[in-house]
């Protein structure tokens, strides 16, 4: 079957899903109830030992089946190239710590100087706090991050489109 790495991925969170839903269903099925009155007699309620090992065997499909496809990814992640030579791989993680850099410098742009009057018992002055860097340097190393992030993304996209084999 041909497919590429946005299918993948996409297939991948719908596995996901459906395993998320057998899990909360398996929970549902793990008791037995019976009743059982003075004279020692057992009377069944709830029998579901059917449904948790039909369960069961689709929790371990699933799993199994998720683990492959994640396996996939993760090598087609390592194999396929960007132009500049960079695996998809790391390209990602790249661009992960690139995103945590500038929203370190997005919070700083907001930094301001601040002046406050401080009144003692027998003095005053004022306490004046200054940002110790250049703002405008951090917004321009902002704007170099977004567009060095947002190429990366142009390519990582393009290569999540190459279709292969699975």
Do not use: P
């Not at 340097?137 to 991050?145: A, F, G, P, T």
């Amino acid at each position: 079957m041909k497919t590429n790495i946005q299918a993948l991925m996409n297939k991948i969170v719908e596995e996901e899903k459906i395993l998320l839903d057998v899990t909360s269903s398996i929970k549902g099925h793990t008791i037995n109830t019976t009743i059982e009155e003075l004279d020692g007699k057992k009377n069944i309620t709830e029998d579901y030992k059917k449904e948790y090992q039909e369960e069961q065997m689709k929790l371990e499909e699933l799993t199994k089946k998720i683990i492959n496809l994640k396996k996939i990814l993760h090598q087609k992640n390592n194999e396929f190239t960007l132009k500049d030579g960079r695996t998809i791989q790391e390209a990602i993680v790249e661009n992960t710590y690139l995103r945590r850099l500038k929203q370190v410098y997005e919070s700083f742009s907001n930094y301001k100087n601040k002046k406050s009057r401080i009144s003692e018992y027998h003095d005053a002055y004022f306490e004046c706090r200054e940002i110790n860097f250049d703002k405008e340097k951090v917004k321009e190393r902002i704007k170099e991050l977004e567009k060095q992030i947002e190429e990366t993304d142009f390519e990582i996209t393009k290569c999540n489109s190459l279709e292969f084999e699975i």
